[in-house]
């Protein structure tokens, strides 16, 4: 059974930075494709960052030079650096996987979903 297990999120202020990490649970990550999605309060859920199992990765331009994604293969976890955070990162972030290794890029391209971790960034 594939679980996906955030955890990391908190309260920061503007400027700060959080790392969000996610572990894997039922499955090897490195074939997987991983990504992050996130959701604020009446907004839809809008993906952050993908990452194939080729290593391709896409940003959203929101976040473009200040988040990054990494795997760490050994403890079958992925991470998201978050630097110079603002408040419209507010939201709660969700990792997402999907075994097909790639062409993974919107939420309905990913088959399973952590429970979700809450950043609040306050100005």
């Known amino acids: 059974q594939v679980q996906l297990v955030e955890s990391g999120g908190g309260s920061v202020q503007a400027g700060g930075s959080l790392r969000l990490s996610c572990t894997a649970f039922?499955?090897?990550?490195?074939?997987?494709?991983m990504g992050w999605f996130r959701q604020a309060p009446g907004k839809e859920r809008e993906g952050v960052v993908f990452?194939?199992?080729?290593?391709?990765?896409g940003y959203a331009d929101s976040v473009k030079g200040r988040f990054t994604i990494s795997r760490d293969y050994a403890k079958n976890r992925l991470y998201l650096q978050m630097e110079s955070l603002k408040p419209e990162d507010t939201a709660m972030y969700y990792c997402?996987?999907?075994?097909?290794?790639?062409?993974?890029?919107?939420?309905?391209?990913?088959?399973?979903w952590g429970q979700g971790t809450q950043v609040t960034v306050s100005s």
């Open positions: 997402a996987a999907d075994p097909r290794g790639s062409y993974c890029y919107t939420a309905g391209d990913f088959s399973y």
């Open positions: 039922g499955y090897s990550i490195s074939n997987y494709c």
């Open positions: 990452n194939s199992s080729d290593g391709s990765t």
